[in-house]
């Protein structure tokens, strides 16, 4: 019997010493894990382009709600981006730039009334091979696009450092997987028809304390 008792508390005292041991190891992890804010002067530019090659370009602000980082590893986050911030920067008379930006704030494009932002979930960013544009990341994560979320993986640029995040990436992805179809149908002539993808071009910071 005491035999039975003594075997019984060296099991108790194994477990009880696992459970702190992964305890301790889950306070670590929480310890080194970062909580960064963007700057305020995060921005995208972006490009659509008709079939015939005309495009209308314009830039859109990065509200950064979090991005996380355990040691040198991005690890998650968050970057809401308000349609209401757009802007158009090819050469329009003011008439005709207000006239595209209502447009585009739409149900034809980004629906603004309705999905006042598009999201774009971090996942994780892992280190590549440098690529022929210098990539040496691919950032893995999803983007909310009319409420419709879809994997979208990023090729990026980032720089990690003591002080510093900064995160420079040039990509396309094709609006109607989102169900962004106007001008889409392959009937339309080509003066009509706007190219499915459409092309992005995003910096970003965030500073470490």
Not at 134 to 147: D, E
Not at 161 to 170: F, I, P, R, S
Request: with cysteine; charged share 25%; net charge neutral.
């Amino acid at each position: 019997m005491n035999k039975l008792r003594k075997n019984s508390l060296k099991l108790m005292a194994v477990v009880i010493a696992i459970s702190l041991w992964v305890a301790c190891k889950k306070d670590n992890k929480n310890e080194t894990r970062e909580e960064l804010v963007l700057t305020t002067d995060a921005k995208a530019s972006w490009k659509g382009y008709l079939e015939m090659g005309y495009f209308n370009s314009g830039t859109i602000g990065l509200s950064g709600e979090d991005i996380f980082l355990e040691g040198d590893k991005i690890v998650g986050g968050k970057i809401s981006i308000p349609v209401s911030s757009i802007l158009i920067t090819n050469e329009l008379s003011t008439e005709e730039k207000a006239e595209l930006l209502h447009h585009l704030q739409t149900t034809d494009f980004f629906n603004l009334a309705v999905y006042p932002f598009v999201v774009y979930k971090i996942n994780t960013a892992e280190k590549i091979t440098v690529d022929a544009q210098g990539n040496n990341y691919l950032i893995k994560g999803s983007m909310s696009l009319l409420g419709k979320e879809i994997a979208l993986d990023i090729p990026a640029k980032i720089n990690i450092t003591n002080t510093a995040v900064t995160v420079k990436a040039k990509f396309s992805f094709d609006r109607t997987k989102w169900g962004m179809t106007f001008a889409s149908q392959e009937n339309l002539p080509a003066d009509k028809k706007i190219k499915n993808n459409i092309e992005v071009e995003l910096e970003l910071s965030a500073t470490r304390f």
